[in-house]
């Protein structure tokens, strides 16, 4: 079948036929033939034609390529020392006639930051630009295999009459594989990193649990014999970006409710290091911003900052508004440690917290990883959805339209390049701000109404609660209508600065959002001063 749908999708598909062959990423394994070693393949950007695989790690993988074994592995790579999935891979590949593979385990050098930062730079195109990507999706760890024993059908005999030619029983089983719901409930959709994986390629091989499914960007074939066009579909968001997670379908003329439903699903994966949290995001926005001519800053698209900003923390947790700097503990072979500082590479962990963390993928306790103790960090400005643990969201209504409150909002220092990450980069703009007072008894925030009378918040989210010492500030940043203007709502965002809004500029961060409708906002909005916003 999955040859089949190969050679169908080359010959026919004129939307995935740039696929077919490409330039190589510097490094694949030639996956070589039965009875042959594959190896590591340095190619000088040759073209041809190869497949990539999305696949959790579920710990250390021990057979890696690494400085030490690099050389090694261009000669050979013993093909039953490797983990499963990855052995798996590679039997497939060769099985289906395509001669190169790319696995991040071997063709990205694990020890080596300036191989690693260089390699995942290229992510949008080396997924992109792929035959097809081996989505190992119902596998948890790279042990767990690609193929596995199916799970047992209820189904019935098909009578040899009806089957006059049949050497063997055949028995007919129901299928009522759902796509979607399939691939949101399998291991590989609760990482991070897999979603652009998911996503760039102009076709999919989905491994599930019981089923098999070949997607591009022209066809759907189940391994029951059903078929899907998708010809006729929506126009899947940017010409850059082949497909999009389960599921979800976007309109092209709407790109920037596109990135904006991406960031959400993004957010509620997993990740290792939050370090990586614009690393593993920095394919798809390569992608997207192939078709614009903007610049992306900390996760938020400057052309659409105002929307951007307005984002929703599902629940307070840890935020990353620290500079990073770690101590790692590295394990010699006789059991010793040595020391060294370490940028941007720790664990999840709580601002203000410290400690050693493992690895969240590490299973065994025999896999003695690398152990670091965090003494402070910063991974994204307050304004930015980088600099919250957890799910956001953008309110109903403030991510498809409305107008900005924000005057002259712009970035300090503008940026210089089209993708870069700052945590110093700070939004400047003008904008209404009113006063409030946060009770805890409450949990809420109040402010002085033109009535001169205190009126609780609608709609609040916080993602931090405030320092009470400290004042705190309701920034009028965003109105938007319903469909037929019956309706009007208000977007704020809630601040915290040591500074009073009497003239000149504050500075302030983010803590949470809020949302009211126009009658709650009519009272406090009317005692609201304005004055110039240095949000950080």
């Known amino acids: ?13 004129k939307t995935c036929v740039g696929a077919v062959t490409s330039k190589l990423p510097f490094r694949v394994i030639d996956v070589g033939v039965d009875g042959c070693e594959p190896f590591l393949f340095e190619t000088g950007e040759l073209d041809g034609s190869y497949f990539t695989l999305s696949h959790c790690w579920g710990g250390m993988i021990s057979q890696r390529t690494t400085t030490l074994n690099v050389d090694q592995y261009k000669q050979a790579i013993p093909l039953e020392s490797l983990p499963a999935t990855i052995r798996d891979a590679i039997i497939l590949t060769r099985d289906l006639g395509i001669r190169y593979i790319w696995i991040d385990a071997l063709c990205i050098v694990q020890d080596s930051p300036e191989d690693w930062e260089t390699e995942s730079a290229k992510m949008a195109t080396i997924y992109g630009e792929c035959r097809a990507m081996i989505a190992a999706s119902r596998s948890s760890s790279s042990t767990a295999g690609i193929f596995h024993d199916r799970p047992k059908k209820h189904g019935f005999r098909i009578p040899d009459r009806v089957l006059e030619t049949a050497s063997c029983p055949v028995y007919a089983t129901f299928t009522d594989l759902d796509l979607a719901e399939a691939q949101e409930a399998s291991p590989l959709a609760k990482r991070g990193w897999t979603l652009q994986e998911a996503i760039l390629p102009r076709a999919v091989i989905h491994f599930l649990d019981g089923s098999i499914v070949w997607e591009c960007l022209a066809m759907r074939v189940f391994e029951s014999g059903v078929y899907e066009s998708l010809a006729s579909s929506v126009t899947r968001g940017s010409s850059s970006l082949h497909r999009n997670s389960a599921g979800t379908e976007f309109s092209a003329a709407d790109p920037e409710y596109q990135w904006l439903m991406l960031v959400e699903e993004y957010t509620r994966r997993q990740l290792t290091y939050e370090s990586d949290k614009i690393k593993a995001l920095s394919g798809i926005a390569t992608a997207y911003g192939r078709d614009r001519s903007d610049f992306h800053v900390n996760g938020i698209w400057c052309g659409n900052q105002d929307q951007g900003i307005m984002w929703q923390a599902q629940a307070r947790g840890p935020r990353f508004v620290g500079h990073c700097t770690t101590i790692e503990y590295k394990y010699r072979p006789d059991g010793s440690t040595d020391t060294k500082n370490v940028t941007e590479m720790m664990p999840r962990v709580t601002t203000g917290q ?8 590490l299973e065994s306790e025999t896999d003695k990883p690398t152990q670091r103790t965090m003494v402070s960090m910063q991974l994204a400005p307050s304004w930015s959805w980088v600099s919250v643990d957890g799910p956001v969201v953008w309110k109903y209504g403030f991510h498809t339209g409305g107008v900005s409150l924000l005057i002259n909002a712009r970035l300090d220092p503008a940026p210089t390049k089209s993708y870069y990450f700052r945590f110093d980069c700070a939004v ?20 002085m109404g033109e009535d001169h009378q205190p009126h609780e918040l609608q709609g609040v989210a916080l993602e931090a609660l405030p320092d009470v010492p400290k004042p705190c500030y309701l920034i009028w940043a965003r109105v938007t209508q ?7 709502d208000f977007g704020c965002l809630i601040v915290q600065s040591n500074d009073s809004p009497t003239g000149g500029v504050i500075e302030c961060r983010r803590i ?6 126009a009658d709650a906002a009519a009272l406090i909005r009317q005692k609201a001063t304005s004055c110039g916003i240095k949000l950080l």
């Open 1 to 13: 079948m999955l040859k089949e749908c190969i050679d169908h999708c080359g010959n026919h598909h």
């Open 354 to 361: 410290s400690g050693v963390r493992r690895n969240a993928d």
């Open 428 to 447: 400047l703009f003008q904008a209404q701000v009113s006063r409030l007072e946060y009770s805890s008894d409450s949990d809420n925030f109040t402010a």
């Open 482 to 488: 319903d469909e037929n203007r019956a309706s009007t």
């Open 512 to 517: 949470g959002a809020s949302w009211m409708d």
